[in-house]
């Protein structure tokens, strides 16, 4: 069986923590801020993190086991 090709769009938007799981910046961070309201901005600065199958998966696109 042919070897399973990593997906760059994955490998630049998440990276990988030490317990395994994986790190990302929350979307709709570009433009047309002014509509939204100052929390909700702030909850956009936290990133996300993934576990269990989610990250199982995303590790296998980024070409790690």
């Given at each position: ?42 909850a956009k600065r936290r990133s ?18």
């Amino acid at each position: 069986m042919p070897k399973m090709k990593s997906k760059g769009a994955v490998k630049k938007r998440f990276r990988r923590t030490k317990s395994g799981k994986l790190k990302s910046n929350r979307p709709s961070r570009g433009h047309m801020h002014a509509i939204r309201s100052a929390g909700a901005k702030r909850a956009k600065r936290r990133s996300i993190i993934t576990g269990g199958t989610w990250a199982k998966l995303l590790l296998r696109m980024m070409g790690g086991h």
